[in-house]
Nanobody, 121 residues
Framework: QVQLVESGGGLVQPGGSLRLSCAAS????????MSWYRQAPGKERELVAA????????NYPDSVKGRFTISRDNAKNTVYLQMNSLKPEDTAVYYC??????????????WGQGTQVTVSS
């Protein structure tokens, strides 16, 4: 029933831009914090962006700060990741994550299937 479906990945040149989307269904999207993670071959999965359920607060690691922007549209049950000034080091599978923020459902956590982003000339 719960689904997180990522889209928008692909091949882009260094310095280029890409916009990822994650369409959510099967849960109350507006009560969940959303985030994007990425994982490169042989590397640990790492957080690249997070946003609170109301969109009021965002968080980024230093590696992407100033280049990536997370946003959400609760009316469309969709979260986005705008990626600018892309570098080869950004190459990875990008995953969408949903985390319940209500105390009653704090253990609820969901993952999408991932979308490949390749930055190469």
């Amino acid at each position: 029933q719960v689904q997180l479906v990522e889209s928008g990945g692909g091949l882009v040149q260094p310095g280029g831009s890409l916009r990822l989307s994650c369409a959510a269904s099967g849960f109350t999207f507006s009560t969940y914090g959303m985030s994007w993670y990425r994982q490169a071959p042989g590397k640990e999965r790492e957080l690249v962006a997070a946003i609170t359920s109301d969109g009021g607060t965002t968080n980024y690691p230093d590696s992407v700060k100033g280049r990536f922007t997370i946003s959400r549209d609760n009316a469309k049950n969709t979260v986005y990741l705008q990626m600018n000034s892309l570098k080869p080091e950004d190459t990875a599978v990008y995953y969408c994550n949903a985390q319940a923020e209500t105390m009653q459902a704090m253990s609820h956590n969901y993952w999408g299937q991932g979308t490949q982003v390749t930055v190469s000339s």
